[in-house]
């Protein structure tokens, strides 16, 4: 069963049970201000809060978000990712381009983080459902 934990003009959020996968979509709607996308991420952090600790994996999939790199914006991403996916163990970032794939990785090194970036969807599931 797959349940909406978070809807709104920019993001969706689903929860597999079956797979134990949370979904992260972003959608091509772009975010009018930085305190439009803070909004946004303190409710998914809510609807996060109910979810059980370290038992699910996160799959983030900004392939239809609009390309964005301002200081500004980047700080609040970088902030809102380390708290939205501080709970999961398994995490994956879907993007669409080889250059979404590179500012992906960079702010993953920001943040100090190893993020597993794919192109193919199929792949990234795997790789979220695959255990150690």
């Known amino acids: ?4 934990l978070h809807a709104d003009p ?3 959020v689903t929860l597999d049970e079956a797979a134990s996968i949370v979904r992260y ?3 091509a709607v772009a975010y009018p201000s930085i305190d439009a996308l803070r909004g946004c ?8 809060a109910a979810l059980p600790n ?7 999939d900004v392939r239809s978000a609009p390309p964005r790199n301002d200081p500004a914006f980047e700080t609040e991403i970088l902030e809102a990712l380390r708290l939205l996916a501080a709970q999961f ?3 994956a970032t879907l993007v669409q381009t080889a250059v979404g794939r590179l500012q992906t990785q960079r702010l993953a090194r920001t943040r100090d983080d190893t993020v597993q ?3 193919n ?9 695959s255990r150690p």
């Not at 069963?1 to 909406?4: A, K, L, P």
């Not at 370290?54 to 983030?60: N, P, Q, T």
């Not at 969807?121 to 459902?129: I, N, P, R, S």
């Open 25 to 27: 979509t972003r959608s």
């Open 1 to 4: 069963m797959i349940r909406t």
């Open 41 to 48: 991420n303190e409710k998914i952090r809510a609807a996060f």
């Open 54 to 60: 370290g038992k699910l994996s996160l799959l983030i």
């Open 10 to 12: 920019y993001v969706n």
């Open 121 to 129: 969807e199929a792949e990234a599931l795997a790789h979220l459902v």
């Open 89 to 91: 163990p398994r995490r």
């Open 117 to 119: 970036v794919f192109t």
